[in-house]
């Protein structure tokens, strides 16, 4: 079945950069929209990222002229480079996958996140 994996977290200080990874297995990946989001104790779940099968991509506000998503169709990954982080960046980053699985619909799957702490 459908699985998202999600590495490259960790703790990094602010003004530091990291790179995260999300692997996908058991999809159609070069045919799915990928995004990542982000959720903070006591928060919701954040869009942060979104890049299409056809590799348009855009941002939140927040993070936008700081972090790039990019995807490798042929490793079946997407990734998010994260530079200039903030301390307000910490967060669990989580990987979504929105598969084609009809005529009007898709399939979405989520991988299980990867913690991102930024310090000051």
């Known amino acids: 079945q459908a699985r998202l994996k999600e590495s490259g977290g960790g703790l990094v200080q602010a003004g530091g950069s990291l790179r995260l990874s999300c692997a996908a297995s058991?999809?159609?990946?070069?045919?799915?929209?990928m995004a990542w989001y982000r959720q903070a104790p006591g928060n919701k779940r954040d869009l942060v990222a979104h890049?299409?099968?056809?590799?348009?991509?855009n941002y939140a506000d927040a993070v936008k002229g700081r972090f790039t998503i990019s995807r490798d169709n042929d490793k079946s990954s997407v990734y998010l480079q994260m530079n200039s982080l903030k301390p307000e960046d910490t967060a669990v980053y989580y990987c979504?996958?929105?598969?084609?699985?009809?005529?009007?619909?898709?399939?979405?799957?989520w991988g299980q996140g990867t913690p991102v702490t930024v310090s000051s």
């Open positions: 979504r996958a929105d598969e084609p699985a009809g005529r009007f619909g898709v399939l979405e799957f």
């Open positions: 890049i299409t099968s056809g590799g348009s991509t």
């Open positions: 058991g999809m159609i990946f070069s045919r799915s929209d």
